[in-house]
């Protein structure tokens, strides 16, 4: 007996965006999060184009490594997401100065080292794994 086609309906189609909108938010590639979750990334890829149904137990899984609630992935909790891993929100004192001085760089090339580099430093600092225990 065959299976029938998977048909995905707009709950998938939310869910499947929701997760690309994390992931991408907080800076993370398809590769990253798949080695996280230990699946491929051409799954990620279809969990979030809707080909494949996220499984509930797969969607508490992805939830927690994107940092946000089972909830806000189907669109059901819509209060605004914490940062990922600690991170300042958008008020503190240092991000709002960070972007003062963000905007008084002249120089096209330095604002595009500057972005490279804290894109980098984010990205490294929230999938570092932590350490052993000693």
């Given at each position: 007996m065959s299976r029938a086609p998977f048909v995905a309906d707009a709950a998938d189609v939310a869910i499947g965006a929701r997760i690309r909108a994390r992931r991408q938010a907080i800076?993370?590639?398809?590769?990253?999060?798949?080695?996280?979750?230990?699946?491929?990334?051409?799954?990620?890829?279809?969990?979030?184009?809707?080909?494949?149904?996220?499984?509930?137990?797969?969607?508490?899984?992805?939830?927690?490594?994107?940092?946000?609630?089972?909830?806000?992935?189907?669109?059901?909790?819509?209060?605004?997401?914490?940062?990922p891993h600690g991170a300042p929100t958008l008020a503190a004192s240092d991000t709002l100065e960070m972007a003062r001085i963000f905007a008084a760089i002249r120089r096209p090339e330095i604002r595009a080292a500057l972005l490279a580099l804290a894109r980098d430093l984010a990205r490294d600092e929230a999938w570092r794994d932590p350490p052993p225990p000693a």
């Open positions: 800076g993370v590639g398809q590769d990253a999060l798949a080695r996280k979750l230990g699946v491929s990334p051409q799954q990620i890829h279809k969990y979030e184009q809707a080909q494949n149904r996220v499984t509930g137990a797969r969607l508490l899984v992805i939830a927690r490594a994107l940092g946000v609630t089972v909830g806000w992935l189907a669109g059901e909790d819509t209060e605004e997401v914490e940062p």
